[in-house]
């Protein structure tokens, strides 16, 4: 008895596993408008696998269709969802490429700088990614003015800058904890040239009155510190103004 109720519970178990399995398997399709409402559905859902095989079958299906475009474009979109941003970017360049009057290529703009955004890296390695992503939401922005994407690209614009910043800004501080300063300054320089709207626009030029300390322009590097304490109180490079600014006054006196 004890071994047939094993038996039962363990199929019981299985049933309900291949049951909910079921349940995120692509729905029947009576019709092309029906597969492109479908897929759409399953991307409100977040159910992105789903979604890419419709749109997949659907593109398969109606290679001149009306919304050939849309589906293309929402198929970048899945695969962003899935997080195959080579892919992703494949679509979005093909919208671009071939649709490119599309009510859809504005998006597919925005969406390519995202996909693009997917594969970079942090600061500490290489950004052909983020420059990439970069210049991409620039194009956008260029090309789709008044877009509802706009807003959001200015801010993933902001994004990208500060992290190529950081990655120069990060550079000279090690540079200047090695007494490299010659091109420690050149980095320091190139952030305030290139990103000074970024926020380590602030440790650039923390970095740059450190150079001018070492260089005996005290008087300036004290004034130019002590400004970095006022205009950042209470944040953690403010706090290192004032040490750096306290042992030159030290030096100086």
């Known amino acids: 008895m004890g071994a047939r109720w094993r038996a039962w519970t363990a ?33 409100t859902r977040g159910d992105w696998n789903i979604a890419v095989e419709l749109l997949k079958g659907y593109i398969a299906n109606n290679a ?8 293309v474009e ?20 093909r919208v671009l490429r071939d649709y ?16 693009y955004w997917g594969q970079s890296r942090k600061s500490d390695f290489d950004q052909e990614f983020t420059q990439k992503a970069l210049e991409q939401w620039q194009s ?8 509802w994407l706009n807003a959001e690209a200015d801010r993933r614009v902001l994004q990208a800058r500060t992290r190529l910043a950081t990655k120069l800004a990060d550079t000279g501080l090690l540079y200047l ?26 440790e650039a030029n923390f970095g ?22 006022q205009r950042l109180a209470g ?4 706090k290192r103004a004032a040490r750096e600014r306290a042992r030159l006054e030290r030096k100086r006196g």
């Open 11 to 43: 199929l019981a178990a299985l049933g309900l596993a291949l049951a909910g399995c079921g349940a995120s398997t692509i729905p029947a399709v009576h019709s092309e408008p029906e597969r492109l409402a479908l897929a759409r559905r399953s991307m």
């Open 177 to 202: 904890k090695q007494h490299l300063d010659g091109p420690a300054r050149l980095y320091f320089e190139r952030v305030l040239a290139d990103y000074a709207d970024t926020p380590r626009e602030a």
């Open 140 to 147: 956008y922005l260029r090309g789709y003015p008044g877009h």
């Open 74 to 93: 929402l198929l970048g979109e899945s695969y962003i969802g899935i997080k195959d941003h080579p892919q992703a970017a494949i679509e979005f360049e």
């Open 208 to 229: 740059l009155a450190v150079l001018k300390g070492r260089a005996g322009q005290r008087d300036e590097a004290v004034a130019e510190l002590k400004a970095l304490e």
């Open 235 to 238: 944040q953690d490079l403010a």
């Open 64 to 71: 001149g269709g009306a919304d050939i475009d849309i589906a």
């Open 100 to 115: 490119p009057e599309s009510d859809s290529s504005a998006t597919a703009a925005f969406r390519l700088g995202e996909a």
